[in-house]
């Protein structure tokens, strides 16, 4: 490998360690009583304002992977890859109808985790169980590919082998364990703080240098044209237009039903907070969307990704050799600082919302029914160095190709959560049976779809190869269910359709012959709001 | 008068509503960036950058602008 560029380093290593002692400094912030509780250790006691909503929420949605992967993306395939852009703006105005309604109703019954408001208002521990598995299950690849970006940026640099990751994520572990939500709700000041700074100066400087986007575009429509693969280009081809609107929407409904994206929302002190911040979010899609732009500024600039020990190419590494190869060696630092500290953020989110779930849905539930506040906060501790020594596992011992497919079918199988939890928000009609039955069949639909898609290269002679035969995207191909057409579409959309027709079935079968599970919610819950008379904390109130 | 004025607490609407005409501008958004015929080409470019990539960009403040009206309207 390549020498090991020492001003990089240093000035990655020293930010690094700023925030890592800001991390454990946050345990102090805003002085709680004691950590010893849930509503503290794994939402920093509800009472996050304006502000620092903003910064936890975004520097939890917008990871490190996908300031790496979404430019890689582009890099490979053009168009296609802009759909985080659809993605993470229609997101929003579904969050401010639907998760201003959760943030009520769990700070009026004192709900962490959306398996907890499951088991309130559909009365079934079994669905309660369910959607707690399937957030912690969709949860550990997402934190795996994390490692996988900062992995990105220590290669960029020249360190390789496994060392410097475990380093990095013993201290993650060791803070978060420490200071619970506090920590990256903190470390994400510093993280966006970089981030912007970096992407200003990326599309500012970068197209200068390379004289206009006119240029830019042009060096990747020409790489386009030359390739044989008929799904890249600056445009969308076609038969990718339905695949594209369909992720785009998919991924948006999958996005706010992960555990972790939940737990930013709890954290925050006022239903008002909430609205008013997803009309402040989209700040960080626009940067999103300059960054996806550096893939094509990578192909201008003509940066070759790092090739592995194994001989494959790494694309996750474009975008930091790309900084390397545009800015003097302290301002690329900077930059490699701030996606590595970015990966800490959601790293430590997730982590604490997974947590949460084992705690509250599982370990409370089944294992120890009378647990104190201060066992579950013990509980959920413990369970977060499990979360992330698990998936410091899975990348240290399993390829990393096999996070990236968990982590495709993790949206998947997040998104046959939606009427369990986002529907539920509104009606109380399906029955809890028939929603168990949608669950199982969305996930066999699911899983069945994504294993039929296989991964192609196209060889420069009009060949095609299959280099994986399953698990190979999620753009199923609709003629696999029989229809003559090369359209494509998200598998998840396909799945969570089937989800709903079962549970509607379902609840027409099932309605007045068999017992359903009762609600203990009121219509009141979903539209209080904080410092309402009747608004109080009941934290053991689901036991 | 009858003796029992009282609804039963389940059939009693919620006090407060989040219901609103308003909310059906958040509709618009949806509909502009998820229909990409709307916009899949490359005229007009915007300083070299085709329509695909601009258009997309400037939906954001679309996206910005229908939620924070729809946020004032229903504030209470």
């Not at chain 1, 250790?41 to 910064?55: A, E, H, I």
């Amino acid at each position: 490998m390549d020498d090991i560029k020492g001003v990089q380093l240093a000035v990655f290593t020293v930010l690094f360690v700023g925030v890592s002692v800001l991390g454990f400094l946050a345990s102090r912030w805003r002085r709680p009583k004691d950590l010893h509780s849930l509503d503290e250790w794994g939402l920093g006691g509800r009472s996050f304002g304006g502000w620092v909503t903003w910064f936890l929420i975004g520097g939890d949605l917008y990871t490190a992977y996908t300031f790496i992967a979404v430019p890689a993306l582009i890099f490979g395939a053009g168009a296609v890859g802009f759909f985080a852009m659809p993605y993470t703006i229609v997101v929003y105005p579904i969050v401010f109808v639907v998760l201003a309604r959760l943030w009520s109703v769990s700070h009026r019954n004192g709900f962490v985790t959306p398996a907890d408001f499951v088991r309130a208002r559909s009365g079934s521990p079994t669905l309660a169980l369910l959607v707690a598995i399937t957030g912690i299950v969709a949860t550990m690849p997402y934190i795996a590919l994390q490692l996988i970006g900062i992995e990105a940026v220590l290669k960029a640099m020249g360190v390789t082998g496994h060392s410097p990751i475990i380093v990095a994520f013993a201290i993650l572990a060791a803070y978060t364990y420490n200071s619970g939500l506090r920590a990256p709700a903190l470390i994400a000041v510093v993280k966006d703080a970089l981030i912007y700074v970096v992407v200003i100066a990326a599309v500012i400087v970068i197209p200068i240098k390379l004289g206009g986007f006119g240029e830019i575009f042009a060096a990747a429509d020409k790489k386009f044209a030359a390739s044989p693969n008929p799904g890249d280009g600056l445009l969308l081809g076609g038969a990718s237009q339905l695949q594209y609107a369909t992720l785009a929407f998919g991924s948006a409904l999958a996005l706010f039903l992960y555990p972790h994206s939940l737990t930013g929302v709890l954290a925050s002190k006022s239903r008002d907070t909430i609205k008013r911040n997803m009309a402040a979010l989209p700040a960080y899609s626009f940067v999103l969307g300059l960054l996806a732009l550096l893939g094509y500024m990578a192909i201008a600039s003509g940066v070759k990704p790092l090739v592995d020990a194994d001989g494959k190419p790494d694309v996750n590494t474009i975008v930091p050799l790309l900084f390397d190869q545009q800015f003097p060696p302290w301002f690329a630092g900077v930059a490699f600082a701030a996606i590595g500290i970015g990966a800490l953020v959601p790293a430590a989110v997730m982590s604490i919302a997974a947590a949460n779930l084992w705690t509250r849905n599982i370990y409370s539930e089944y294992l120890n029914k009378d647990a104190t506040p201060k066992q579950e906060a013990r509980s959920s501790k413990l369970a977060s160095l499990v979360v992330k020594l698990g998936a410091l596992g899975a990348i240290l011992v399993l390829d990393p190709q096999f996070s990236i497919d968990l982590q495709l079918i993790g949206g998947v199988l997040i998104l046959q959560t939606l009427p369990a939890v986002a529907i539920g928000l509104y009606t109380r009609w399906f029955h809890s049976k028939a929603l168990i039955a949608g669950w199982c069949a969305g996930m066999a639909f699911g899983l069945w779809s994504l294993y039929e898609v296989p991964k192609k290269v196209f060889g420069v002679d009009g060949s095609i190869t299959v280099v994986k035969e399953h698990f190979g995207g999620s753009a199923f191909p609709l003629s696999k269910l029989g229809f003559e057409t090369t359209t494509t579409l998200y598998a998840g959309m396909l799945a969570i359709l089937v989800n709903l027709i079962v549970c509607v079935i379902g609840t027409l079968l099932l309605r007045g012959r068999v017992a359903d599970g009762i609600d203990t919610t009121d219509p009141d819950d979903f539209t209080a709001e904080a410092g309402d008379p009747e608004v109080t904390q009941l934290p053991e109130l689901v036991h | 008068m009858s003796l029992h004025t009282e609804t039963p607490p389940d059939e009693r609407a919620p006090r407060r509503t989040d219901r609103s005409r308003w909310n059906w501008l958040l509709l618009l958004p949806l509909v502009v960036t998820l229909y990409p015929p709307l916009y899949n080409r490359r005229e007009p470019d915007l300083g070299g950058i085709p329509f695909f990539y601009w258009y997309q960009l400037a939906i954001i403040s679309v996206g910005v602008l229908c939620t924070y009206v729809v946020y004032r309207k229903t504030r209470r």
